[in-house]
C-alpha cells in the first residue's frame, strides 16, 4: 500500500503563486510515477500534470502549460506541483496520485490522497 498526503493549499490573490506538496509513504518507491489532478465544483476531474519516475519527462495540461511545474525528490519521497499566475479558474481540490512505472495523463492511478483545497480569489 502506498499513502499520499497533500500539502501546500490556501487562499491566493489572482496572479499568486502556491506551492503543493505531496508527501509519500509505505511501499512507495522511485518506481512510482506521479500525477497532479483537480476537482472544481460541479467538474469533472481533470489531469494537470505528470512526472515520470526519474523526473526526466513532464507533462501538462495546456491550462497550466507555463504556470505550472512539476518536480520530485526521490530522496524525500515527495512530489512538488509549483504554481504561479493562478487564476480564479484554478480553484479546486488538487489531488496527487501514484502508479507504478509508466506516467499516463489520463487518470489510471492506483493510488490517490485526500486533496488539499486552493482558492484563487481577490
Known amino acids: 500500500q502506498v499513502q499520499l498526503v497533500e500539502s501546500g493549499g490556501g487562499l491566493v490573490q489572482p496572479g499568486g503563486s502556491l506551492r503543493l506538496s505531496c508527501a509519500a509513504s509505505?511501499?512507495?518507491?522511485?518506481?512510482?510515477?506521479m500525477g497532479w489532478f483537480r476537482q472544481a465544483p460541479g467538474k469533472e476531474r481533470e489531469f494537470v500534470a505528470a512526472?515520470?519516475?526519474?523526473?526526466?519527462?513532464?507533462y501538462y495540461a495546456d491550462s497550466v502549460k507555463g504556470r505550472f511545474t512539476i518536480s520530485r525528490d526521490n530522496a524525500k519521497n515527495t512530489v512538488y506541483l509549483q504554481m504561479n499566475s493562478l487564476k480564479p479558474e484554478d480553484t479546486a481540490v488538487y489531488y496527487c496520485?501514484?502508479?507504478?512505472?509508466?506516467?499516463?495523463?489520463?487518470?489510471?492511478?492506483?493510488?490517490w490522497g485526500q486533496g488539499t483545497q486552493v482558492t484563487v480569489s481577490s
Open positions: 509505505g511501499s512507495f518507491r522511485s518506481t512510482y510515477a
Open positions: 496520485a501514484a502508479r507504478l512505472w509508466s506516467v499516463v495523463t489520463t487518470d489510471e492511478y492506483r493510488y
Open positions: 512526472i515520470s519516475r526519474s523526473g526526466g519527462s513532464t
